[in-house]
């Protein structure tokens, strides 16, 4: 159960955030697994003033178009899915809505299943199937 939260500047059209939602949840479902209808995600603009985003750390090229994607997820996935899961939404972006590749940052917490409550306060993969 991923939850995803997408940050990005100011002025981009509804169809450009729908583009992002849609190209994250493909590559999600493509490479980590994620079932249909398991989609929770947010996207936050913001202004210059309240999104500061290095244009060269790591020597990367970075534009103002920058798309920070950060995934909690459980930690069940290897290496080689995680490697995948970037790879294939940097495509997915890249197609639609046309974000540079330089322009994806992507950071990935994990936790552990018990950390989830889908709603009425219980914690549903942590419950004692006793």
Same mark, same amino acid.
């Given at each position: 159960?991923?939850?995803?939260?997408?940050?990005?500047? +100011?002025?981009?059209?509804? $169809?450009?955030?729908?583009?992002?939602?849609?190209?994250?949840?493909?590559?999600?479902?493509? *490479? %980590?697994?994620?079932?249909?209808?398991?989609? %929770?995600? *947010?996207? *936050?603009?913001?202004? $210059?003033? *309240? %999104?500061?985003?290095?244009? #060269?750390?790591? =020597?990367? $090229? +970075?534009?103002?178009?920058?798309?920070?994607?950060?995934? #909690?997820?459980?930690?069940? +996935?290897? +290496?080689?899915?995680?490697?995948?899961?970037?790879?294939?939404?940097?495509?997915?972006?890249?197609?639609?809505? =046309?974000?540079?590749?330089?322009?994806?940052?992507?950071?990935?917490?994990?936790?552990?299943?018990?950390?989830?409550? %889908?709603?009425?306060?219980? $914690?549903?993969?942590?419950?004692?199937?006793?």
């Amino acid at each position: 159960m991923p939850l995803v939260q997408v940050s990005l500047r +100011r002025g981009k059209p509804a $169809a450009y955030h729908q583009a992002i939602f849609d190209g994250v949840y493909r590559a999600m479902r493509e *490479t %980590f697994n994620v079932p249909e209808d398991d989609r %929770f995600m *947010t996207l *936050t603009e913001h202004d $210059a003033s *309240t %999104f500061s985003v290095s244009p #060269t750390y790591f =020597g990367i $090229a +970075r534009s103002d178009d920058v798309v920070i994607i950060q995934i #909690t997820a459980n930690n069940t +996935r290897n +290496r080689e899915q995680k490697q995948a899961l970037y790879r294939r939404i940097v495509e997915l972006l890249g197609d639609k809505p =046309g974000v540079r590749p330089e322009d994806v940052f992507i950071n990935l917490v994990e936790v552990l299943p018990e950390n989830w409550s %889908f709603g009425h306060g219980i $914690a549903q993969y942590a419950v004692d199937p006793r």
